[in-house]
Structure formats: structure tokens, C-alpha cells
């Protein structure tokens, strides 16, 4: 597939770019304030809030225009304000209220991008191939989460900061570029007059089938899925960790996280209700078997499997919901995916990090565990009581047809 291995190529590149900057940007925050946590927190949350408000709106525009076009859009804004910050930097113009404004800005670009980008790979490959890309899609992210990083480090030692954002302004050149060269058009957009409403994703996530991976995906994520807070303090209090420790624990992570990934790329068609909850039980179990266990070996071992379960029970859920859904209302499905993943980052954090400040970084991990632990075996209690009312495979066609006829007369 021509056009999906150039989107895969223009995305290692800007994505690369984006934790490069991620970095940069954190640096140049802690020097403009002299080591200010809450003006590092505040800038994170003003990049995080837009996909909380906005995200929806953004599936919305996605079922509503061409894809590609849209993707082109956002992602040359993103290069513009990128250059913008990086010129100020160079300039030594730069100020806090700057760095406030662009990651308020990045972030509504984002919020737009996230949901039409996750339902653009689907059109690129099509349904019996979409697990296989999205899985693919998550390995080329962890190898940039390793990697820019990384590059971000040897570029600020080197350079400084504006040129590292310079460096991140570039690189959404190769999406762009990746997305014209692309031969195939964007599925055909709804005819004018027609009505794409928010309301219709909301409504079709409530179906059995897709509620109950959803509702999951909210519970694991929200007790479980908090390790850019939980794996800094493990590797501080628990294994008194120096900078470079520190870093091992975050690779042996990441590269779980890749190894799952690579794996499910094997998968072809959509995912039973049963794999999802099981993914989510396993996952519950290793991430409490690393709040138990203090030993540095055992305890790298066990982050390894943790990241990696973590990555396939997410990617599990994401192609049970993508699969689930016609084509023309994927992109406001995955928003909705995407606010309840991403949404209960901020709240997660600040649960996870009271109990951890209180009790200690391992009650931290034991308690996400269990919980999620806990919602995988009520999902599969679900399922087994649900399934008289569970949707059969071939619903979604069935229903898109009677769409398509009700249009017709």
C-alpha cells in the first residue's frame, strides 16, 4: 500500500519532531522560570484542555470533510506556529505568556488532528487491514517516544532550544508532503445539506458491543495508565534511581510498550469482546505484581510485560471500537475514544499521585492494578450477560444499508 507507507514515513518524522519538542519545550519552561513546576503543569495542562473541549467538534470534522485535505491544514498550522515559537526563542524575544499562548493554540490544532488522523488510517488500508495499520501506527509512536527524546537531548546540548523547535516545525513539512503525494483520495465526503452531528457518534457508542470497551478503556485509564507519573517516582523511591537509571526504566518500558505493538500487527478483523476484557485482566495483574515487587531485576522485567500489556490492551479496544462503527461516523467515534482515553490522564494523575505521596509509589501501582484488574473481570461478567442483547458481526453492514435505503426513499 503505496499511500500508507507514506503516511507511515511522514508520521515517524513528525512524530519524532513532536517529543523532540516536548523536551525542548519543557527545558525552556524550567529556564524561563527557574525551575517552576507549576508553570511546567500549566503549560501542560493549556496543550491538554482543547482535546478535552474541542476533540468532539474535531471527529465531527472529520466525518463531515476529506480527510486528507483537513490532516494538510492542520498539520502545515502546526508547522506555522512551531516556526513562530522557534523564531522568538532565537531572537531571545521569548517570554512565559508565549510559551502559554502556543501550547493553548497546538492544542486546539490537535484536537482537530488526533480523531481524523486514527480514522484516516482506516480509509487508507480498510477494515480488514486497519488492525494491522493502527498497530503499526503505535510501534512507529513508541520507537519515536524513545527516540526523539533522546535527539532532543544531544540537539539542546549542541544548539539550544530554538533550533531543536526549529528542527519540530520541519518535520510536519514530511507529513504534508507525504499526504500530496499520496495517489488515492479521501473517502467521499457527505453530500451537502447532509446532517453530521455530534450526536450520532455519542449515539452510536452506546450500543452494547462498543460501550462496554469503552467504559473500560475510561476505568483502566484512569487508575491504571498514569506511568508518566508513576515511572519517575519507581525509579526514584524505589529503586533510588540517577538520571541514567532512570532512563533504562523508561527504554525497558517503551520497549514492551514496541514489542506489543509489533504484535499486533498479526491481527486481522476485529476483536472479541472476551480479548479486550482478558487484555485488560492481564494488564491489571503485571501492573500489580510491579507494585509488589521492589527487586530492580524482577521489577525491569515486569515493567518490560507491563508496557507491553498496557499498549496491547489499548490497541485491543481501539480496533473493538473502530471495527464496530460504519465508516462515516468513525471520526466521531474516535473522538469520543480519544476524550475518554486522554481525559482521564489529568484526573488519573492527580489520584494516583495523592495515593502514591501518601502511601508510596508501589501503592500507586498495586492500586491501578487492581482496579483495572477488578473492571476487566466485570466486563467479561458483563458480556456473559449481555450477550442476548450483543450485537452480531455483520450489524454494521446490516445497518448501513438500511441507512443508505431510508436516504434513497
Request: charged share 15%; no cysteine.
Amino acid at each position: 500500500m503505496r499511500d500508507f507507507r507514506l503516511f507511515v514515513l511522514g508520521q515517524i518524522v513528525s512524530v519524532a519532531g513532536t517529543w523532540m519538542m516536548v523536551v525542548a519545550q519543557d527545558w525552556l519552561v524550567l529556564g524561563l522560570t527557574a525551575g517552576s513546576a507549576s508553570a511546567l503543569g500549566t503549560v501542560t495542562a493549556l496543550q491538554f484542555a482543547p482535546l478535552l473541549l474541542f476533540t468532539l467538534y474535531g471527529g465531527r470534522l472529520a466525518d463531515r470533510y476529506d480527510k486528507r485535505a483537513l490532516l494538510t491544514v492542520v498539520n502545515v498550522l502546526s508547522s506555522v506556529f512551531s516556526l513562530a515559537l522557534a523564531v522568538l526563542v532565537l531572537s531571545g524575544e521569548v517570554r512565559l505568556w508565549h510559551v502559554y499562548v502556543f501550547a493553548s493554540v497546538l492544542g486546539v490544532v490537535n484536537s482537530v488532528e488526533v480523531p481524523t488522523r486514527m480514522a484516516f488510517v482506516g480509509e487508507l488500508v480498510g477494515s480488514d487491514l486497519l488492525p494491522n495499520a493502527s498497530a503499526l501506527s503505535a510501534a512507529y509512536f513508541n520507537v519515536a517516544r524513545v527516540v526523539g527524546p533522546a535527539l532532543a537531548g544531544l540537539f539542546i546540548s549542541a544548539a539550544g532550544v530554538g533550533w531543536v523547535m526549529l528542527v519540530n516545525a520541519a518535520s510536519y513539512t514530511t507529513t504534508v508532503v507525504a499526504l500530496r503525494l499520496m495517489r488515492g483520495g479521501s473517502a467521499k465526503a457527505p453530500r451537502r445539506g447532509d446532517r453530521v452531528r455530534v450526536w450520532d457518534g455519542l449515539k452510536a457508542a452506546g450500543r452494547f458491543d462498543l460501550a462496554v470497551p469503552l467504559v473500560l478503556v475510561a476505568v483502566v485509564g484512569l487508575f491504571g495508565l498514569n506511568f508518566q507519573l508513576t515511572l519517575p517516582l519507581l525509579a526514584a523511591q524505589v529503586h533510588h534511581a540517577d538520571a541514567s537509571t532512570f532512563g533504562v526504566v523508561t527504554a525497558v518500558f517503551a520497549a514492551g510498550s514496541l514489542v506489543a505493538a509489533l504484535m499486533t500487527t498479526m491481527r486481522r478483523g476485529r476483536p472479541s469482546a472476551g480479548l479486550v476484557a482478558g487484555a485488560a485482566i492481564g494488564f491489571g495483574v503485571l501492573e500489580t505484581a510491579v507494585g509488589v515487587v521492589s527487586s530492580y531485576g524482577p521489577s525491569m522485567v515486569l515493567l518490560f510485560l507491563t508496557g507491553g500489556a498496557a499498549i496491547y490492551f489499548a490497541q485491543a479496544a481501539n480496533h473493538r471500537v473502530q471495527l464496530g462503527v460504519p465508516p462515516e461516523l468513525r471520526g466521531r467515534v474516535l473522538a469520543l475514544y480519544t476524550l475518554i482515553l486522554q481525559g482521564s490522564t489529568p484526573l488519573g494523575a492527580l489520584l494516583v499521585g495523592s495515593l502514591a505521596e501518601h502511601w508510596g509509589v508501589r501503592w500507586g501501582f498495586a492500586a491501578g492494578g487492581l482496579v483495572s484488574l477488578a473492571a476487566g473481570l466485570t466486563a467479561v461478567a458483563a458480556g456473559r450477560r449481555g450477550r442476548t442483547g450483543a450485537v452480531p458481526a455483520d450489524s454494521v453492514a446490516r445497518e448501513r444499508e438500511a441507512s443508505e435505503e431510508r436516504a434513497r426513499s
